[in-house]
């Protein structure tokens, strides 16, 4: 008895707001409203809610609402799975192509870098063999202006050594003459 209390204090305020309400057409509430007034009576105008087998058929069928309405809510809720499933697999598969595409210009990049280097320590290594045959250049040129002052006191020397034979033969000559 004390659930039918409720039941009639909602029925009560529902009808204060339908009767203040302009006529219109039927809102959902409306309807709503009539459908439970209908449920609540059997066909021969007594009410459900006092038959023993009223009630619990009005209990099955709330139930049965309630797990409409669960299904409902699942479904909407695995669908919404499903798409996000599907979603997080289709930007998955952007990222990994994404990915993929990341690693081959990665790849590229790294070869491009290697041949630069390896250009670079060919350029370094004819700078430093350039280098090397400018001081080797420099040293033999630093020995060919030595010999040639060698060979300049080599020549001097020997005109030196020349005259001073052709005075030591023209004294010997001289003393020659001089003993006879």
């Not at 057409?25 to 439970?36: L, M």
């Not at 040639?148 to 030196?160: F, P, V």
């Amino acid at each position: 008895m004390s659930s039918y209390y409720p039941r009639t204090k909602d029925l009560t305020r529902t009808r204060k707001s339908v009767t203040e309400s302009p006529p219109s057409s039927p809102s959902a509430t409306d309807k709503n409203y009539r459908h439970e007034r209908l449920s609540r009576y059997d066909s021969s105008g007594e009410s459900v809610t006092d038959k023993p087998l009223g009630r619990t058929s009005s209990y099955t069928r709330r139930e049965t609402r309630l797990a409409a309405l669960n299904r409902q809510e699942q479904d909407s809720s695995t669908k919404d799975y499903k798409k996000m499933y599907a979603d997080a697999l289709h930007e998955n598969d952007k990222l990994k192509s994404r990915l993929q595409d990341s690693k081959q210009e990665l790849v590229k990049i790294r070869s491009q870098l290697e041949k630069v280097t390896q250009r670079q320590d060919r350029i370094s290594e004819r700078s430093t063999a350039v280098e090397s045959e400018k001081r080797e250049k420099q040293a033999l040129e630093k020995k060919v202006s030595n010999m040639e002052d060698e060979i300049k006191m080599l020549t001097e020397l020997k005109s030196d050594n020349q005259r001073l034979k052709d005075e030591n033969g023209a004294l010997i000559r001289v003393i020659s003459k001089l003993s006879k």
